[in-house]
């Protein structure tokens, strides 16, 4: 099984930035992409960003030219950087691992607990 543990978020204001990690252990032969979710109460957890093995990025249209993913294989860990934070990236930020196959990959689609962002007005 594969565990993840998210940091880094925290309350800043308007315009500020924040950088967050999520850390991956276990093992899996299964390859996978990493992205990251955000959710607000009451609403779905919603796509923010994903990365694949070779460092190709994309983004929700709402976060594009602010919010950057990157990932260091060595560490195991995948980050987003956001900038120019508004109030409407308040939520609940969360990773998950997307395995490239179905079936016995499944078992190892895994989130995070996720780590919470306010960005105040």
């Known amino acids: 099984q594969l565990r993840l543990v998210e940091s880094g978020g925290g309350s800043v204001q308007a315009g500020g930035s924040l950088r967050l990690s999520c850390v991956v252990s276990?093992?899996?032969?299964?390859?996978?992409?990493m992205a990251w979710y955000r959710q607000v109460p009451g609403k779905e957890r919603e796509f923010v960003s994903i990365?694949?093995?070779?460092?190709?990025?994309n983004y929700t249209d709402s976060v594009r030219g602010r919010f950057t993913i990157s990932q260091d294989n060595a560490q195991d860990t995948v980050y987003l950087q956001m900038d120019s934070l508004k109030p409407e990236d308040t939520a609940m930020y969360f990773c998950?691992?997307?395995?490239?196959?179905?079936?016995?990959?499944?078992?190892?689609?895994?989130w995070g607990q996720g780590t919470q962002v306010t960005v105040s007005s």
């Open positions: 276990g093992f899996t032969t299964c390859t996978y992409d």
């Open positions: 998950k691992t997307v395995p490239h196959y179905g079936g016995y990959c499944s078992q190892f689609i895994t």
């Open positions: 990365i694949d093995e070779n460092g190709s990025a």
